[in-house]
């Protein structure tokens, strides 16, 4: 994969964040009212994205998305990459846009010229940092097969999906596309799941999308539980022996486990103030993907995302407030 023009492409919702802080009473509140799923992610219409915002406290507005926020991570560890992901031709749609080309992450998927606005993801950060997402998705649902550039995809030494974007049948399809290119040209291709409840919502699909196209998963411990219904975590390097190539599951404060054949390595956790959890997940991908990149062993890779892992959560965004590179061992630099 070394003739690859990028090490890393990215694909998901184009999201722009707006990060509050809330009392646990707020979102008892709003789960009563209006069914929020306290650490999950929710989806709401443009109307209730527009209300709950007037309800929250002062918030922060930055550009997100899962896979947006890995392109991001990997980017400041010193990785190059690029991003496939819709906004509109609107204000958040620039700002995004902006966002990520001035860290050097190659965009250029066209902007939605219709009346959906970008999409926004309002975050709710809860005292123990955990984080309880409402998400308006807009212009990101537009995304079709149209737009996986297959030229961009087969310049990829790896294609990143978000399993957010899963939702919309075209998106699915996209990615289906995507991966197929991707493996024509001797490509990797990598799945986050991104969130229990749309792994509720298209177990099946996913399913036959680990076990047609992906060569490394991600998931974190619920996640995985819902997709084979694992009761005890011992049982996970046996089920996903000869699902992919290699799984990296993360279990919060309990660090992380990388299955490969059926063989278990145990990462643990770096030591961190937890302010909020946006984006962890986002994080720890990229760290990864960023030592696999470069040859490292699994339990390297494994100790780069730990790293990358414990910056985002130590503030409030999503995105590294300081340059990941700088913080990681010198032979992985």
């Known amino acids: 994969m070394t003739d690859a023009k990028y090490e890393l492409l990215t694909i998901g919702n184009a999201l722009v964040d707006v990060l509050s802080h809330a009392t646990e009473e707020f979102i008892l509140e709003q789960h009563h009212k209006h069914g929020m799923e306290r650490g999950g992610m929710n989806l709401v219409s443009e109307a209730r994205a527009k209300d709950l915002y007037d309800d929250m406290g002062p918030a922060i507005e930055s550009s997100g998305g899962s896979a947006g926020n890995t392109a991001a991570c990997y980017a400041s560890l010193g990785g190059n990459g690029a991003y496939i992901g819709k906004v509109a031709n609107d204000q958040l749609g620039e700002v995004f846009r902006h966002d990520l080309k001035s860290i050097g992450v190659h965009y250029d998927t066209p902007a939605l010229r219709d009346e959906i606005a970008t999409g926004r993801c309002m975050v709710l950060i809860t005292p123990d940092g955990e984080r309880t997402m409402n998400t ?50 001797g490509r990797k291709v990598s799945l986050t799941l991104s969130d229990p409840f749309c792994v509720d919502r298209h177990r099946d699909d996913f399913l036959k999308l680990i076990e047609g ?14 997709l084979y219904g694992i009761l005890d975590w011992s049982e996970a390097p046996a089920i996903l022996h000869g699902k992919c190539e290699v799984a990296c599951l993360t279990r919060s404060e309990n660090g992380s486990d990388i299955v490969e054949n059926g063989n278990l390595i145990e990462i643990q956790a ?6 909020d959890t946006t ?55």
């Open 136 to 185: 308006f998705l807009g212009a990101a649902t537009e995304l079709t097969p149209d737009d996986i550039d297959e030229e961009l995809v087969a310049a990829s030494a790896i294609t990143y999906l978000e399993g957010y974007l899963f939702d919309p049948p075209l998106a699915k399809e996209a990615f289906v596309k995507a991966a197929e290119v991707a493996h024509k040209a």
């Open 213 to 226: 196209h992906i060569d490394i998963l991600f998931a974190n411990e619920e996640e995985l539980k819902s």
């Open 270 to 275: 770096k030591p961190t103030n937890v302010v």
């Open 279 to 333: 984006g962890a997940g986002d994080a720890y991908a990229a760290g990864f993907l960023f030592g696999y990149m470069q040859g490292l062993p699994l339990a390297e890779c494994g100790d780069i995302a730990s790293i990358a892992a414990a910056e985002v959560i130590s503030h409030v965004g999503p995105r590294p407030d300081v340059e990941l590179r700088t913080l990681l061992p010198a032979k992985a630099a």
